[in-house]
């Protein structure tokens, strides 16, 4: 079992942030539109099982919905050329 955090790209960053109407987001595509919706339509069972495929995405997703500085934490991620 790896017990690291995956690593949020810039990239997916900006897209967790356009789903949020956050600044810095930026709208994806048509496929990582309904995936996002689909990790934040599911319950737990669920996403768990769509973090075991999508892992950096689930962590992003988790940040934006749980985490009180995590819009703030994906938006330095967006506008970094590095991922964190």
């Known amino acids: ?3 690291t955090a995956p690593v949020i790209t810039p990239e997916t960053a900006r897209h967790v942030l356009w789903l949020h109407g956050a600044d810095g987001g930026c709208q994806p595509d048509r496929f990582t539109i309904r995936l996002l919706a ?3 339509a599911a319950d737990r069972m669920n ?6 495929a999508f892992p950096e995405i689930a962590a992003a ?8 500085d995590g819009i703030t ?3 330095a991620i967006a506008s970094s050329k590095a991922a964190a």
């Open 1 to 3: 079992m790896n017990s």
């Open 73 to 75: 934490r994906l938006q």
């Open 61 to 68: 997703v988790a940040a934006a919905a749980y985490d009180p």
């Open 38 to 40: 689909t990790f934040t």
């Open 47 to 52: 996403f768990a099982r769509l973090e075991l």
